[in-house]
């Protein structure tokens, strides 16, 4: 820290007095709302203090993204206020957000890859240009605030970890004091988290409060001076965590205990389910597929563990069958499925839950019975012949909703009006009940809360031990440690380590998907 | 359940006074009466002639908009369906000159020719997309001006009855007629007036109706349809071929578009031979119907109904000084009308449903099954 950059954080420390209202970056009292396929906010009540990191944890669907959103000025309450810096505000739009000094980094960066960091950070502002003057602001924001950020880098060649930062440096630049961070860790392996702690701790040590929303209760703890916990749109508690356990934290969260994914006997047979030989698919320059090879056993379920980006995407699709391979064979259930489409695998039993659920999981404008043939638009009970049969249809879905804790008015409701953890326990139950052998699952507990994440984990135990082989791609390393019979790691399009479930941490998995290990740990 | 009938009325009726007060004002600041317009147009339908023109002008409007709802259900665009049932209906006019055959035969000939004709031209566009991904509007579009082309280069050198003042193809024997409902409604005790005829394709539009109706909203294909015009990429990771989906759904419109010319070619005593007087852009209606009709059989059944309601209510303006171009205005302010209210009324319903969703999913946690 340079002299003048202590005396402008003494400054501010020293400004006007700091009374107990003055110590107050935003209040919420009573905020209300209702938005579409989301659960409600009900009597939302939240102090935030200034410098301080201010951790929301919640189930996800118990309102923590609308709430942000509220704030961020993107949605407006139905009732309630909202004070910032002890002025009552109504935001319009983002852009009043951040005149409040609000400002938001979302989980998924929007950033120009082509572009250089200082480009990214000036890109959509009003008025004139001044490169020379810009850079040096760039320089100086990264440098007060311990960002470490390179102004004339291109953002290509950045890390996850820096795009972060450069997104922080974005909010920053455009004058926010209080930056709202959705979910920051989930893109992150768990030396990066370490980073951007440390980047959040020097942030509010220069004056900046941070509200950091999470369901990862050990980083909230480690990290957040105080915690508010929303359970169904309401605020149950705003604690210390100091004062709470990770266990009591995730008490308040659920109201119950707190599930794990592990799974106690094995399974595993020797008859092979899926068999990827030396798989190569062609990427933008190098492979996004480098001569990949994975088998998947009856009752085995094979985790595939990586930063996001990686070549899982392709994965998924040489296994579906909507990404064309360049070399290499697929195999499934002893049938050479290489030049086959996707039809033809499903009809051979493999189930798919997909990345995005929205992307090409549902037909959002069509009511629940519909979306339940989705995929299976050739198999009993969806069609007698050549035609739909509605009532099988209906039938299996009325158990879906009913088997998968599907909350919904009704199976005529359009997929759209679920929330999207419904939405994920629906496409589960879908893929679970039309019985397949080989399942291929991305993220399959994404969005769903911690109850129902049980539950489906359940539902794929109880399914391996029958006999199904799972391919499990998914970010969340608890699952991939808990759930997986073998795990595999992916870097740059290649499996780079084989590491036994029982014996690895979620900080070694970190180094291995970072590529700062290598190797084989049995 | 009552609630989503009132959901599908809300939209229609909307547009419905959107269209009734553009067309007012139009009139009203071109110094005329609104009221009187519409009363005259509502009063000169009244009669059975009148009754049966508009039945009649709808069929083909019907068929054509069927044709261009199907590509609109998997998200293609099929503008060509114009240059399809044009170029079909010439070759079939011309072929079925040309043969002898028992009359049901005849018909059938002169209709799977026509047919065969639409789906080869439309085979064209298709093929381009999914191998070279070519864009289906333009290339239907620049088709559209080559099939006027060759009609009008096979009607003048190879067609054309050489005797006849004006360019025709030899006219159809009886055989190829399609008879009127006439003795049909007579069995009803209904009489209409002299020259007065119901055209008897009529039956081959509510079969069409049907038909559209089976294959999209019960068949396992429509799905696969649906699916792809709803989201590509959901339909292709549940097993549809896009490619494939584009080939068959392009096919599928061409083969309607090639039943649009067969009720005035086959049905209308007026026609019974290809001449320069065949309608012509029908499909460009049909177009237009798709969209009011959402795409529905029974919706763009209606939507014909009232585009031929409008064409054949106006003609008795001009009579009283009114311009009939008023049709015209009247047309183009349903489509506008439509297209606008169907989405304002889809978003507010969609917060509806969301909302008692919601309420529901924030009802106390249900015991999470074992």
Redesign the interface.
Known sequence: MTDSERAAGSERASGPSASDADDIAIELRGIVK???????N?DIELIVRRRHIHAIVGEN?AGKSTLMKILYGSLKPDEGTIIVDGTQRSFNSPRDAIAAGIGMVFQHFMLADNLAVWENVVLGLPGRLDIGRSKARIEELSARYGLDVDPDALIADLGVGQRQRVEILKVLYRGARILILDEPTAVLVPQEVDELFDSLRELTREGVTVLFISHKLDEVLAVADEITVIR??RTIAQVKPADVTARQLAELMV?SELPTPATSEKTVTDVVELDLANVTVAGAGRNALESVSIRVRRGEVVGIAGVEGNGQTELIGVV?G?VPTTGGSVVINGHDMTHV???????RGLG?I?EDRQ????????PLW?NE??????QSPN?RG???DRRGARKRTAQIV????V???SID??A????GG?QQKFIVGREMLAEPQLLLAAHPTRGIDV??Q??VW?HIKEARRRGLGVLLVSADLEELIGLSDTLLVILRGEIVARLDPAKVTPTDLGSYMTGARAGTAA | MRRRILWGLAAPASALVFTVVVASIALWVSGNSPATTFRLMWTSSDSARNVVAILNRSIAYYIAGLAVALGFKMGLFNIGADGQYRLGIVIAAAAGAEMSLPAVFHVAAIMIVAVAVAMAWAAIPALLKVTRGVNEVISTIMLNAVATGISAYLLSNYFRVQAAQITQTKPLSRSAWIPPLNRFIRLFGYHFPKNVYLNGFLVGAIAAGAIYYLLVY???????L??SG??P??A??????PRAMVVKTMLISGAFAGLIGIAPLLGDIQYHQYSDTFPTGLAFTGIALALIGRNHPVGVGLAALLWSFLEVSTQVLSLNNIPQEISQILQGAMVVGVVVSYEVVRRRQ??A???????????P??V???
């Open positions: 209702r938005f579409p396929g989301v659960v409600a009900d669907g169904a749109g109201g579906l909507t489409g996707t039809r033809a695998r499903r009809e798919y997909p992307y090409d999981g549902l037909l959002l404008t069509q519909e043939i989705l995929g299976h638009q050739t069609v050549p035609w739909i009913h088997d998968y804790d909350r919904t008015p409701v359009e759209h009006a679920l929330s419904n109850g129902a049980a539950a359940d | 019960r068949s396992r294909f429509g799905f696969d649906r699916a709803i989201n990429f959901a292709r990771s549940s097993g549809v071929s969609l917060v449903v969301a909302k008692e969703a919601s309420q529901r999913a924030s009802a946690a249900a999470v099954p074992a």
